[in-house]
């Protein structure tokens, strides 16, 4: 059988030994054999900090996000080859969908957020200008700067492909390469992802490896610079957590581990309602989608006393559906378990869960299967349980298959703390049409979890379900889930930069983020600055434009032309009585129209659209008789860099005769790149 290959320090290595075999979770066959003998990790490492890192940093967030999204389209025209081989791992075509399917989206995801939300550059700034002086020439601001070492993931073997994109995609938006380890059980499908990857000529060399096998001596050569992050047990983690040189170190350390997950079924939804329906489906589909082996599976399901029976029944009947098999057989629902292995380790966890509580559904031992051999194949019966939520086993103890808990509950408080007995979970859901219900147990669980979905007949339709990790929320939770965070959105990203505030003049902080700030030297020509292309336009380019006098005809013109007639604008009385004006004042929205008058450059030129405003503040009234003047100056320059056009974003300060402001926004416009 072949030997996997590690892809270390820019080449493929294959281990000297004849590595540990490794087998169909459906027909127990050996598929292949896997050994990490040779492979030099702390090169690996090096590799990564002194090649993928500058080569990755080169590149702007949005160069980094347009080839995670080309990355995605080359891997979804190769889902059919990864399908096949997920089946190896026991999944159904379902199954391999949640897993692959699910990675890719990542991807895209990330992309897309990438490009929406992050600057064509290479520094992220973050909040706003912090003022540290009285006269505005010492000030701050925090930017974020990728990490200078390598994103080290330890992954679980339930998702070979969703565990490594999910990590990686933040990663390398981020700018940090990453070394992808594994778990040896589904390995196989791993390997031929990242041989996809490499063979696609997409990325920066460097900026992935990956090591087929055990991790050696690999976390004694990381450092402040680099990251872990591990997917796994809990016991495992803590380990890895308390490794020598992480603690040394101070690595950055993100654990998602053991997680006794719950769903909680509101009082209102009884028999016959759409969420007693929708509690019953979820916590089947969650029990046997991936044969139970999701972090995020529902290991509890708390019903109040008087439903329990009703629940047992409803639930018993939508297992006994479940076709049990060969995932590649048709008709079959719910494939094997990973590894023999791991269908022993469910079966031990299962006799400690029978000491709280009796068997509803399924048989610990034996499972009627299609197409395959029970035995030689890690199948597997779902398994309901009902049992005492008073005693600690279905608090405590995870079997990590098809495997759920039933429990009562008899008020609100007492849920909560049922919920929170799990000792912190990665995901958990209400089911209720109940909103007051919901706040109450939201708010009480939150905590102790880091997601919670609320299902009802309003989300269904559109819902992804209990076990879905999104790419834009964070995935991770307190306590015995691990206590990190993955994903997250840009949340994500950030974890794999450092957070530095910057101190100085504000010519210096603008020279550093590439964004103009208030203070900075302004550079006004004899060209317009609208008039000129993004090839010619600089930070900091402005214009001044004004005085223009308010009249008592332009109020009365714009409150008639408009329909807005608040009495600030029209009742001279009331308007006087204000605390605020003292008398009438112009439309907030007037002031604006008028600087818009005044700094526009109106012939056709390389400003092809305004497309909004942002960060709008009426500092102060501005009276009948009061003189206008608008400066306008280029604050930040975003080439698209799929267009022939980009963004910029304009520091509008509007003030009266005084010098007061009056006014402060963003202006945002669409710019050729090149004059037309």
């Not at 701050?140 to 969703?162: D, E, K, M, S």
């Not at 390469?177 to 196989?188: D, F, I, Q, R």
């Not at 008899?410 to 209720?432: K, P």
């Not at 100085?504 to 983020?513: D, F, N």
């Amino acid at each position: 059988m072949a030997l996997l290959r590690s892809y270390v320090s820019g080449s493929w290595h294959t281990a000297a030994d004849e590595g540990v075999p490794l087998h169909d979770a459906a027909t127990g066959e050996e598929v292949a054999r896997i050994s990490s003998a040779g492979v030099d990790f702390a090169a690996a490492l090096a590799y990564g900090r002194t090649v993928g890192g500058p080569a990755l940093r080169e590149l702007t967030f949005h160069q980094r996000a347009a080839l995670l999204k080309a990355l995605a389209s080359h891997l979804r025209e190769h889902r059919e080859e990864l399908y096949a081989i997920s089946a190896k791992t026991g999944a159904t075509l379902g199954d391999s969908k949640f897993d692959i399917d699910g990675g890719i989206g990542v991807l895209f995801s990330y992309g897309s957020k990438g490009k929406r939300e992050l600057p064509n550059d290479t520094v992220y700034v973050e909040g706003a200008v912090e003022p540290l002086s009285r006269g505005g020439t010492f000030v701050a601001q925090h930017i974020a700067t990728p990490l200078r070492g390598v994103a080290v993931q330890i992954n679980a073997f339930n998702f070979p492909v969703w565990g490594p994109l999910e990590k990686f995609a933040p990663a390398f938006l981020a700018g940090v390469p990453s070394l992808v380890k594994p778990a040896s059980s589904t390995a196989y499908l791993t390997a031929r992802l990242v041989e996809l990857i490499i063979e696609s000529g997409l990325l920066p060399e460097g900026a992935l490896q990956f090591v087929a096998g055990s991790v050696g001596d690999l976390l004694d050569h990381v450092t402040a610079q680099d990251l872990v992050s591990f997917t796994g047990s809990a016991s495992t983690a803590q380990k890895l957590r308390a490794h020598p040189a992480i603690i040394r170190n101070a690595v950055r350390f993100n654990a998602e581990a053991d997680s006794l997950n719950c769903s909680i079924l509101g009082p209102d939804a009884v028999k016959g309602t759409t969420e007693f329906d929708l509690f019953v489906k979820q916590l089947t589909t969650e029990m046997t989608v991936k044969a139970g082996q999701k972090c995020t599976a529902i290991r509890r399901a708390f019903v109040p006393a008087d439903l329990l029976d009703d629940v047992a029944a409803a639930a018993s009947e939508r297992l006994a559906k479940v076709t049990v098999g060969n995932p590649t057989a048709e008709g079959v629902r719910m494939g094997a378990l990973a590894s023999l292995e791991q269908r022993e380790e469910v079966r031990r966890s299962l006799k400690a869960l029978l000491d709280a509580g009796t068997v509803v559904f399924g048989d610990l031992e034996k499972v009627e299967v299609v197409d395959a051999d029970a035995e030689r194949g890690a199948f597997i019966s779902p398994v309901l349980l009902k049992a005492d939520p008073e005693r600690t086993e279905p608090h405590e103890v995870e079997a990590f298959g098809p495997v759920s808990t039933l429990m009562p509950y008899t008020s609100t408080e007492q849920v909560v703390d049922f919920a929170a007995r799990g000792g912190g979970s990665l995901a958990g859901s209400i089911v209720s049409a109940d909103k007051e219900f919901v706040r109450e147990v939201v708010l009480g669980a939150a905590p102790f979890h880091g997601r919670l979905l609320v299902l009802d007949a309003d989300d269904a339709k559109e819902s992804t379900g209990h076990g879905s990790p999104m790419p834009q929320l964070v995935h991770g939770g307190p306590g015995r889930a691990g206590g990190g965070e993955e994903m997250g959105g840009i949340r994500g990203v950030l974890h794999h930069m450092q957070r530095t505030a910057v101190q100085g003049s504000p010519a210096v902080l603008s020279a550093v983020t590439g964004r103009w700030v208030t203070g900075a030297p302004r550079t006004e020509g004899d060209v317009h600055p609208f008039r000129k292309s993004l090839a010619e336009l600089k930070i900091g380019d402005s214009v001044v434009a004004g005085p223009r006098t308010v009249t008592q005809d332009d109020v009365d013109h714009f409150a008639e032309f408009t329909g807005d007639t608040f009495y600030a604008h029209t009742d001279p009385e009331a308007a006087a009585a204000n605390p605020l004006f003292g008398g009438i004042v112009a439309h907030g929205y007037l002031v604006v129209s008028f600087a818009a008058g005044l700094f526009v450059s109106p012939e056709p030129g390389p400003v092809l659209a305004n497309y909004g405003l942002e960060n709008l503040r009426f500092l102060t009234p501005v009276k009948v008789g009061d003189s206008l003047t608008v400066t306008l100056t280029a604050k930040q320059i975003t080439p698209r860099i799929d267009q022939e056009y980009g963004e910029v974003r304009w520091d509008a300060d509007v003030t009266n005769a005084d010098g007061e402001s009056v006014a402060k926004y963003d202006v945002l416009t669409l710019v050729s790149k090149e004059q037309p």
